[in-house]
């Protein structure tokens, strides 16, 4: 089983659209968990920054995560062309440092 | 607002060639990592340093990869001798802490021929 699990897209909104990705993962270890927004041949950029289960919203960004179920989302409200590009998400344990990441939902937002 | 650099942004060798990527990491943190991402595939974690030394790694660091920081600014991969299967994008980032934001720089792109 993967640590982590994310379904790679390709996935077509139409502008104005809510959007919802999301992430499934089996260590339950893991206590840190991050969405990081990547645009074509860039750097991961970070979006969301979440610790332990909960909500927490950042404008038109929503994250949630469900530790009981192990899974992760993203929501976006109101979704713009410029929010195309693929978002990853991404988990750490709370004692190791490194991220574990999923494999990216590419996401495209149409006029 | 503070950010990881790398150099150079693309780099092409030949097959057996040293390569050394470079990164300046975030100023006050204190945590460095590299990640590569091969074409289509998933970030993956390769090694993490603090306080001059490899904290973790992962099974892709063997023995032909290195890490330094010989100044106080600047935190380098090297690969020792570079394969076919090397070729990816190589991106740095750097962490004030373990499990704080990790911020990512915008990557160099290695092409071993």
């Known amino acids: 089983q993967k640590e982590v699990e994310q379904d790679p897209g390709p996935l077509s909104v139409p502008e104005g659209a809510i959007v919802s990705l999301n992430c499934t993962y089996s260590?339950?270890?893991?206590?840190?968990f991050m969405w990081y927004r990547q645009y074509s041949r860039k750097g991961p950029e970070l979006l969301m920054y979440?610790?332990?289960?909960g909500n927490k919203e950042d404008g038109r960004f929503t994250a949630q995560v469900d530790k009981s179920s192990k899974y992760i989302s993203l929501f976006i409200r109101d979704s713009q062309p410029s929010d195309s590009a693929t978002y990853l998400c991404a988990i750490a344990t709370g004692t190791a440092s490194k991220l574990t990441f999923g494999t990216g939902t590419r996401l495209q937002v149409t006029l | 607002e503070p950010e990881v650099t790398q150099t150079p942004s693309h780099q092409v060798t030949q097959m057996g060639q040293e390569v050394i990527l470079r990164c300046v990491p975030i100023s006050n943190h204190l945590y460095f990592y590299w990640y590569r991402q091969i074409l289509g595939q998933k970030v993956e974690f390769l090694v993490s340093?603090?306080?001059?030394?490899?904290?973790?790694k992962s099974e892709i660091f063997d023995d032909q990869f290195s890490v330094e920081r010989p100044d106080g600014s600047n935190f380098t991969l090297k690969i020792r001798s570079t394969k076919l299967e090397d070729s990816a994008m190589y991106f740095c980032?750097?962490?004030?802490?373990?499990?704080?934001?990790?911020?990512f720089g915008p990557g160099t792109r290695l092409l071993v021929l």
């Open positions: 340093f603090y306080n001059n030394e490899i904290s973790e």
């Open positions: 980032a750097s962490s004030a802490g373990p499990g704080e934001t990790q911020y």
């Open positions: 979440t610790y332990s289960s």
């Open positions: 260590n339950s270890a893991f206590q840190y």
